[in-house]
Nanobody
Framework: HVQLVESGGGSVQAGGSLRLSCRYS?????MGWIRRSPGKERESVIA????????SYADSVKGRFTISLDNAKDTTYLEMSNLKPEDTAMYYC?????????????????????WGQGTQVTVS
């Protein structure tokens, strides 16, 4: 069972930047971030194949969000820039079971992996 602990959420003005951190107990082949806004469906934001390095982005965040991993710290980061009010959401770190394909669809399906408790991001 993978444990994921997010941190770094907060409030920021539109156009600003924020970095979220996710400390993991074990690295999985596919890791990334999803978000959930009130009244909206869960959305996969970014998925990263940690071995091959392939990264998938939601269209809504392309060019603004990036993901990185620090193996020495067992931590993955979500770097967010040019934030918009529509980015306001609870952000969850996610890891997909090794048996499944690494993509945005797998990441957002909680049946296929693990999520953290989430960290709130508010953009005004």
């Amino acid at each position: 069972h993978v444990q994921l602990v997010e941190s770094g959420g907060g409030s920021v003005q539109a156009g600003g930047s924020l970095r979220l951190s996710c400390r993991y107990s074990a690295k999985r082949k596919c890791m990334g971030w999803i978000r959930r806004s009130p009244g909206k469906e869960r959305e996969s934001v970014i998925a990263r194949h940690t071995i091959g390095g392939t990264t998938s982005y939601a269209d809504s965040v392309k060019g603004r969000f990036t993901i990185s991993l620090d193996n020495a710290k067992d931590t993955t980061y979500l770097e967010m820039s040019n934030l918009k009010p529509e980015d306001t959401a609870m952000y969850y770190c996610a890891a997909v079971h090794e048996a499944y394909i690494c993509n945005l669809s797998s990441l957002v399906n909680k049946m296929l992996g693990h999520w953290g408790q989430g960290t709130q991001v508010t953009v005004s």
